[in-house]
């Protein structure tokens, strides 16, 4: 099975200071069709998740656009430009390229 | 509005069974596949398993294989998960997610609609 690791766990940020969260793959992301099945997710306090991007870098509609995602291959990272206060939750990445589809242990943002 | 609706949660004893549901509305169910997901309590998220448009084909994690059985009726708009021989690890949130994947496109495992969850607790 894929192992995604994220890194920090654990993010206090200062409100309106950037963040930015790992997620790094045992294997190539890449699929047999060219794309690259990393999503990235949110799960405030309380909710069911929700999805921020897909295939690394597609930021979906109703996103604020403090949020991104790039990377490539094995090593992948989700940025916020401008952390706020509603963003505080866990943040997963997950991989769809290969069954069964896993996700990273997931990253605990809180604000300092 | 798009929607999923789990049921079907609630506390069974080792060794048990339950069937859970997820009623889909707001879109067109028989064209996406779907997942399971679950989040034992305190803990990151685990995909349990998926079906086909038409329910030919079903994936899941090597944990569940034997016991759980996953099935759809895309007339009811309505998923299914059947699980037999509960273990005390199987207590979980369990989500169903529609998976960006239609008939026309692609894109594996990006989960675009959750439902709510629904309890699942195995205890004696």
């Known amino acids: 099975d894929v192992v995604l690791t994220q890194s920090p766990l654990s993010l206090p940020v200062t409100l309106g200071q950037p963040a930015s969260i790992s997620c790094r793959s045992s294997?190539?992301?890449?699929?047999?069709?060219?794309?690259?099945?990393l999503n990235w997710f949110q799960q405030r306090p309380g909710q069911s998740p929700r999805r921020l991007i897909y295939e690394v870098s597609n930021r979906d509609s109703g996103v604020p656009d403090r949020f991104s995602g790039s990377g490539s291959d094995t090593d992948f990272t989700l940025k916020i430009s401008r952390v706020e206060a509603e963003d505080v939750g866990v943040y997963f990445c997950m991989q769809g390229t290969q069954w069964p589809y896993t996700f990273g242990q997931g990253t605990k943002l809180e604000i300092k | 509005e798009v929607q999923l609706v789990e049921s079907g949660g609630g506390l069974v004893q080792p060794g048990g069974s339950l069937r859970l549901s997820c009623a889909a509305s707001?879109?067109?169910?028989?064209?996406?596949?779907m997942s399971w997901v679950r989040q034992a309590p305190g803990k990151g998220l685990e995909w349990v398993a998926n079906?086909?448009?038409?329910?030919?084909?079903?994936y899941s994690v090597d944990s569940v294989k034997g016991r759980f059985t996953f099935s759809r009726d895309n007339a009811e708009n309505s998923l299914y998960l059947q699980m037999n021989s509960l273990r005390v690890e199987d207590t979980a949130v369990y989500y169903c997610?529609?998976?960006?994947?239609?008939?026309?496109?692609?894109?594996?495992?990006?989960?675009?609609?959750w439902g709510q969850g629904t309890m699942v607790t195995v205890s004696s």
């Open positions: 294997q190539s992301l890449v699929y047999s069709d060219g794309n690259t099945y």
């Open positions: 707001g879109f067109t169910f028989s064209s996406y596949w």
């Open positions: 079906i086909k448009q038409d329910g030919s084909e079903t």
């Open positions: 997610a529609r998976d960006d994947c239609s008939s026309t496109n692609c894109h594996w495992g990006a989960f675009d609609i």
